[in-house]
Each structure stands twice: as C-alpha cells, then as structure tokens.
C-alpha cells in the first residue's frame, strides 16, 4: 500500500455526509438477501459484486431501490445500521452522522417506534462494541413531497431519539425547491436539530443560497455549485458555513465531468472550510478511505494536510466540545507517531 493510504487508512476520521441504506456494501446486502431471498438481489457473492459494479446514475437508482426493498421490518434496520459501523470501524471512523430517512421504512410499514429503536439499539451496540459513535440526520427525501416532509418532520420532533442531532433533505434537486420545506426545518430547528439540508449538486448556486436563507443551512451537503459564484463562496467563507464534499460520488453522478476538474480546489483557495465524505460509498464504488485519498492528490497534501483535513470533520461535526477534543487529540497523536 503506498505511504500516504496507508496513512489515511490508520487516521481517525469523522464522517459527516453518508447515507443509511447507500452504506450497505454487497456483505450487508448479502445478509438482508438472505433474510428475504424471494427478490431481485442475488445472494451469491460473485454475483453480488457484479451487481454493485457501478455502471452508471440509473443503475445506481435500480440498485438504492432493490436495497430499499430488502429492508422490511425493524430487524433489517438494526441488522444494517450496526453492519454499517462495523464497515465504518475497518476503515477507523471514530463518529459518524448518518443521514437516515425514516419515511422510506415507515411507509413501507415499519411503525415509526419500532424504526427509531431498531437504529437506537444499533448505535448503542455499535459504541459499546465497536468504538464507532454514530448521530443521526433524519432526511426529507425531496421527491417524495410535502406529506413525506411532514412525516419526517414529526418523526423527529415527536420521537426525537437521543442519537439525532440533525434534519436533513434529499433526493433530486431540479424540480424540487428548498423554499417549500421552510416549515418542517423551522419546526427540526426548533425542536433544537441542526440544518444540514443538500443542495447545489445537481442545480446551481441560487439552490445554496435558498438552502441558507429559506432552510437555515450550517453546513451544506455537496454544494459543488458554490464555484459558479464568488460572492457565495466569499459568504460561505466569512460564515464558516463548511461544505461536506463527495468527490466520487460528484463524478459518479455526472455533477462533475472528471474527478481532476472537481472544485474542491478553488472552494479551498477561497478560504471555504472543507470536509471530506463518501456518500453512499458501496453504491459508488468508494469508501471514505478512498475519498480522502481523492482529495489528498487534488489538493496536493502531506500526512500533515490530511490530517488538518480530518480534523475539518471533527471541528464542524455536532459532537460535544470534550468529545471533539478528544478525536483532535487522537488524530494529532496519530500524526506525530506515524512512520511511513
Ligand atoms: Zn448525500
């Protein structure tokens, strides 16, 4: 392995943009396929790896779906969230916020009860057993509409699981303004949940502006438009309003043309804080090790830099002061012993 991703693979790290049900990697969907086997998932592992080889955005939604489709009952929820953090432990993520969207299980007949302690119970066991702290962003998938929005919405301010610390939205941007979805985020904001909504992916910088006005954004996901305007890049400097970047999954979904003209660069060299994440890595045929391998070539870093990177994640994360300390700590102390 050369020095720097073995580096990387050995720093702790913090994740703060990677999806619930785009984590399960091909062991994960092979466990659920197992457990519901009347269904379009191949459960035999070469077959499986040639499902999720990445061909293009179309397959990436047949293949989201026919996971989504395994995941029936709370059993299913547990089963991947706390598989999700055993991927996460390999590859030392200390802490993630994991973008969860409620509707999608729920409205497929998972009592919202039921739904909320099956990812408790995960987080719990994935702590005690694991070392890996996982937090919450309950999401509003976009395309699902106003009645998914309220559904989200209640879910989080009425069962408001310990583990949340977010309120979330989603899904295609065209089509779909942040604006109409002011009411449920200044009910989550209110309720005491961060901002964390996605916008400028697939639409352009008027989307992250309306994300900051209308949504009260604190962090943006993606936000790879920002770029095409420097009064807002300049705004999201001056406010720290820290970016959650995806390199792969960007080029994956046609946001970017090639991944050596992603604009991390330029959001960089305009003083915009930066974080590193995957996603929905097994989707795009990534991990968070190999985004932050992405970066360190595109921005030209030593172990130094990319730990200063890492250290983004823990800054701008919705952990608590002692908490943050402690995984600076870890990553410094890791940096300065590192021999490679
Ligand atoms: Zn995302």
Redesign the pocket.
Known sequence: MPALDSFIAGLPKAEL?V?HV?SASPRIVAELAARHPDGPVPTDPEALADFFTFRDFAHFVEVYLSVVDLIRDAEDVRLLTYEVARDMARQNIRYAEL?VTPYSSTRRGIPDAAFVEAIEDARKAAESELGVVLRWCFDIPGEAGLAAAEETARIACDLKPEGLVSFGL?GPEIGVPRGQFKPFFDRAIAAGLHSVP?AGETTGPQTIWDALTELRAERI??GTSATQDPRLLAHLAEHRIPLEV?PT?NLATRAVTDLDRHPIKEMVSAGVLVTVNS??PPMFGTDLNTEYAVAARLLDLDPQGIAALAKNAVDVSFMDETAKARLRTEIDTYTATWRG
Request: negative net charge; aromatic residues 0%; contains cysteine.
């Open positions: 943009h999806h785009g973008t989603g996605h996901g993606h995806c999954s996603d929905d």
